[in-house]
């Protein structure tokens, strides 16, 4: 079976490589994206989600931030500000940040302000827990 390369890059550095990836599933703005080896080049917008490699046969999953995605036919580059593998996440790291993004979004709530920060935290505390648990 043809194969496609993935790099998982982030402002710290490559977090995620692979030669051999039978399909990566990203969550892109427009929905999922199926990429495998022969893919028409594409650039595009990443949200926050979970992207998804299958490797000899195993389904890797990584919690992602929003970001973009270079797609040429031989491999996938995805350029976010985070990444971790699912077995790497800290769920009570998490939980944490979901809880202080919650209560900040209430608060703002009952002062009528709208705070995107505070919807893109809860955004990824709550991916990172949904990836997590395998979701
Ligand atoms: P927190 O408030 O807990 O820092 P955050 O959403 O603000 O969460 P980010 O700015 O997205 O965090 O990430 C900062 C760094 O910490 C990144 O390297 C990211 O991979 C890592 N990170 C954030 N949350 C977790 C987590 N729950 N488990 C493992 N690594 C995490």
């Not at 990443?46 to 929003?66: P, Q």
């Not at 797609?71 to 976010?80: E, L, M, Q, S, Y």
Request: hydrophobic share 45%; proline share 2%; net charge negative.
């Amino acid at each position: 079976m043809n194969t496609i390369a993935l790099d998982i890059v982030t402002p710290n550095g490559t977090v995620f490589h692979d030669d051999e990836c039978e399909i990566v599933v990203v969550n892109s703005v427009q929905g999922e994206l199926g990429i495998m080896a022969g893919h028409v080049p594409v650039v595009a917008a990443l949200k926050i989600g979970v992207l998804r490699a299958k490797i000899n046969g195993v389904t890797e999953m990584f919690a992602v931030t929003d970001g973009f995605c270079e797609i040429r036919p031989n491999k996938v580059t995805a350029f976010v500000q985070a990444a971790e593998f699912a077995k790497d996440i800290d769920t009570e790291r998490a939980m944490e940040a979901r809880d202080r993004a919650e209560a900040l979004l209430q608060k703002l709530q009952d002062e009528r302000v709208d705070d995107f920060e505070a919807r893109t935290a809860l955004l990824r505390a709550t991916n990172r827990l949904n990836v997590a648990k395998g979701k």
